[in-house]
T-cell receptor
Framework: GEDVEQSLFLSVREGDSSVINCTYT??????LYWYKQEPGAGLQLLTY?????DMKQDQRLTVLLNKKDKHLSLRIADTQTGDSAIYFC?????????????FGQGTTLQVKP | EPEVTQTPSHQVTQMGQEVILRCVPI?????FYWYRQILGQKVEFLVS????????KSEIFDDQFSVERPDGSNFTLKIRSTKLEDSAMYFC????????????FGPGTRLLVL
């Protein structure tokens, strides 16, 4: 079946790097995503990676994908207090290709000044 | 920047009442979705809608739920007889069916069933 798991909480100091991890079960996933949710707000797409890639860098964000272990991570360099939010890992299952997303439970990132 | 809008932002209702949550997807998009997020839990897929019909639905989307695109711009989620456990944030999303960067989420409607 389709399932995505994340750790629930991460606390870092401002200026440090944050690494948020995610595992998924669907080996046929086409894309894997990271969404950000700030308090009271909707879901904002941060970045995504196609399943045939193993790394993608976008400014302070680095996504690493290990297909063998079905492990995805998001690294935020030089973490700022404005990065405090909930980060959701998500996948698009290949089956059906209706574009639906399967989300993890979200990792709350707390950035201390 | 295109955006998906949702109304109302908050709704409080009594158990057993019907509610309709409204969404205006991005105009040239082809797929439309509803997701829900019970407080502190995962964002869960409810239903996808394409070409004026449901293309996929989850186990959560039972007979109490229905979706409609009544006028070519709005996309609605109706819950016929609300239960306490329907209390959640409901997100609408739409997708152009291009790359993943063309899927956008609305800000959500927080539904509270008393």
């Amino acid at each position: 079946g389709e399932d995505v798991e994340q750790s629930l909480f991460l606390s870092v100091r401002e200026g440090d790097s944050s690494v948020i991890n995610c595992t998924y079960t669907d080996s046929s996933s086409t894309y894997l995503y990271w969404y950000k949710q700030e308090p009271g707000a909707g879901l904002q797409l941060l970045t995504y990676i196609f399943s045939n890639m193993d790394m993608k860098q976008d400014q302070r964000l680095t996504v690493l994908l290990n297909k063998k272990d079905k492990h995805l991570s998001l690294r935020i360099a030089d973490t700022q207090t404005g990065d405090s939010a909930i980060y959701f890992c998500a996948e698009t299952p290949r089956a059906g290709n209706t574009g639906k997303l399967i989300f993890g439970q979200g990792t709350t990132l707390q950035v201390k000044p | 920047e295109p955006e998906v809008t949702q109304t109302p932002s908050h709704q409080v209702t009594q158990m057993g009442q019907e509610v309709i949550l409204r969404c205006v997807p991005i105009s040239n998009h082809l797929y439309f979705y509803w997701y829900r997020q019970i407080l502190g839990q995962k964002v869960e897929f409810l239903v996808s809608f394409y070409n004026n019909e449901i293309s996929e639905k989850s186990e959560i989307f039972d007979d109490q739920f229905s979706v409609e695109r009544p006028d070519g711009s709005n996309f609605t989620l109706k819950i016929r007889s609300t239960k306490l456990e329907d209390s959640a944030m409901y997100f609408c999303a739409s997708w152009e069916a291009g790359g993943p960067e063309t899927q956008y989420f609305g800000p959500g409607t927080r539904l509270l069933v008393l």
